[in-house]
């Protein structure tokens, strides 16, 4: 994978109360192909992903955290 196919997506999430979320979102989205980087601000409800958009897309990540039981959506910043 080259790195100029690494895009930064920015997700936002207003459910995101408490630190104890933080790993569990981390590790669903690490867990995607593609995902080099995963992080998760609970207290901004920021959630930046590096990632390869041909391996997983912006639905891909928004799934992976409503899979861990919180929603998200694409934000601008």
């Known amino acids: 994978m080259s790195q100029n196919s690494i895009t930064k ?15 569990k979102i ?11 980087k995963a992080e998760v601000r609970f207290n901004t409800g920021k959630i930046e992903v590096e990632h390869d958009p041909a391996r997983s897309s912006v639905d891909a990540l928004v799934e992976a955290i409503r899979g861990t039981g919180y929603e998200a959506r694409p934000s601008a910043f």
Request: charged residues 25%; aromatic residues 0%.
């Open 26 to 36: 981390e590790k669903a989205l690490r867990g995607l192909p593609g995902v080099e």
């Open 9 to 23: 997506t920015i997700l936002r999430s207003d459910e995101l109360s408490c630190p104890s979320c933080v790993p």
